[in-house]
């Protein structure tokens, strides 16, 4: 099975190598052939992640020999990540050091020590990253949740003038820092903190009484952003309030809408399996009318070929918004240019 899904990778190679990427899924079982199974190609390494109990006698050795020979790898890592488990690194002894990938030309760093599911670059948003390198010429960019920063760095390239990067992991924003300097960037910039309160903040909202009982939250001035990637986890808890994208997205989403220029875009993602794109779509249409700036035109961004989806809504759900010029009440979003860096 690896194999077919290898030969049917073959063309995607060629542009792959062309497109100066070499990061991608390989094999991706739910849709290929074994469910809890997925081989990522990531620079130098090979990652297999087990999230099932595997029903394959597989020999690590011959496995890593197919990588080498077939992807030009240098290493397999195998993690096994069980549901209610810790996560478990099955082969080699211990993970290889970081090492950096490129994609599209861009470089990141990423870690086969790394415990979360991915090696800080998450291959299904290629697909956004793609979007932002196209449709960010002269925007003011927001990116919520910005983890390593990878959307950011891509939005810079498609000539972004500047990029707010914020997350509440100073882990995530360092190796962010990292990755924007090893690709040269310069319109960067990366906030600390809790996304909700900045949020309200850049939306001219006052933050709420409670945050007088943590005096260190960011303050920033409201302004505005031309296109704002919103990409929380699925659930999430702060001090300012739950991330929760199946119960409560609006709460994210509105206050994006408020604080977006004339002529502005969100690009909403969901990556759910229990949220269908319709779900989705209604609510943030639902959303946008309340807040008094409906939406014009709402398309899909599917991630691209080397996660084959078994139907035509894969969990992953990337939604662009673009919103009607008129603002109909509601929304008050802040006005005014906004205040220089
Ligand atoms: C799904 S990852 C985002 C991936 C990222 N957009 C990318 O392009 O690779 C989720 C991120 O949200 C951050 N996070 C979770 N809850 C948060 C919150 N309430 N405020 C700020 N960051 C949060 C985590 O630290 C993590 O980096």
Known sequence: ???????RRQADAVSWRQQKTDCFRVFHGSSEGVPGLCLDRYGSLALLQVFRPLVLDLDWDVL???????????????????TGQSPQLLYPESAPEPVWVQEMGQTFKVEAHHRGQDPHLFLDLRCARRYLRHHCQKARVLNLFSYTCAAGIAAEAGGASQVMNVDFSQAALRRGEENA?????KRQHFCCEEVYPILWQLAGRPLPARARKRPQTRRVPARQYDLVFLDPPALAKG?????????????????????????GRIVACNN??????EEFRSTLERCALKAGRPTERIRRLLPESDFPALDSDPPLKVLVCEFASAIRGGGGPPRGPAPKE
Do not use: T
Request: hydrophobic residues 40%.
């Open 272 to 277: 759910l399996a229990g949220v269908s794109e």
């Open 239 to 263: 001090f300012f309030g739950s991330v929760d994208v199946k119960n409560d997205y609006q709460s994210l989403f509105k206050p994006c809408i408020e604080l977006l220029a004339p002529g």
């Open 1 to 7: 099975m690896l194999r077919e899904a290898w030969h």
């Open 181 to 185: 300097e090893a690709n040269g960037c």
């Open 64 to 82: 890593e020999r197919w990588c080498q020979e077939n992807l030009g790898v240098a290493q397999l890592v195998v993690w096994q990540r069980r």
